[in-house]
């Protein structure tokens, strides 16, 4: 009698087991969701960004074309990736991160554009939106690893396995990108110690020192004459 009370209580110990197991999976789940919602809201938010700022620019640097079109046609590429898997997105956005360097760069040109108040004020708000992206995917990605962790790992891959959790995707961008991403001209809208001064400005340097003049001929020295 006794063991088959050790029988009944084994059972329902592994009920409840599997139970919390299930239910840790559907609340982890639920967090990854959250996060990569929040991830997109972000994003969205910065798209809605770079029109705007693309103005700004055109204002100053009309004739760079090229530049506003790849901005245009990363911006749109990145956008219709929204709703779909964070793989896709990431996908879409290093070639948008780096047009939109391209961009600034741009900026880098023109003192008169990086005073008006309009592009310092959208700047500002990218920069923002930007922190806040990154915050987003670092929450993102550490859920995502904590979840596929219990995915792979006994005993909560058996509960995985019966009721369908499969691992999710990293909101990453791929190597190829980030190579494209790094190389992309790194913008400094700052004070430059001994560099470009607020206004476009470069600190003056001083003329190389003029070579003295060569004796005249017959070894005159330029003293009086003996």
Not at 130 to 151: H, L, T
Not at 176 to 199: I, W
């Amino acid at each position: 009698m006794i063991a088959v009370y050790v029988i009944i209580g084994l059972i329902v110990l592994a009920g409840i087991s599997l139970a919390l197991s299930y239910n840790r999976f559907v609340s982890q789940r639920q967090l990854i969701r959250n996060a990569f919602a929040n991830i997109d809201t972000e994003l969205r938010r910065r798209y809605d960004l770079i029109p705007n700022l693309v103005e700004t620019v055109k204002a100053y640097a009309a004739h760079e074309r090229e530049v506003f079109e790849e901005v245009a046609r990363t911006r749109s590429a990145a956008a219709a990736t929204t709703g779909q898997s964070p793989a896709a997105q990431a996908q879409a956005e290093g070639p948008f991160v780096a047009a939109l360097s391209r961009l600034f760069a741009v900026a880098e040109n023109y003192p008169e554009l990086k005073a008006n108040q309009n592009f310092l004020a959208l700047q500002a708000e990218l920069s923002n939106t930007e922190d806040r992206i990154q915050a987003s995917r670092r929450f993102y990605n550490a859920n995502v690893q904590d979840y596929n962790r219990r995915v792979q790992s006994f005993p909560s891959a058996f509960v995985a396995r019966t009721f369908s959790f499969k691992q999710e995707e990293f909101f990453e961008i791929p190597s190829t990108e980030r190579a494209v991403v790094a190389e992309a001209p790194r913008v400094d809208f700052g004070f430059r110690e001994g560099g470009a001064q607020p206004g476009g400005a470069r600190t003056p340097q001083p003329a190389p020192a003029t070579p003295p003049a060569p004796p005249a001929p017959g070894g005159e020295s330029g003293g009086p004459s003996s």
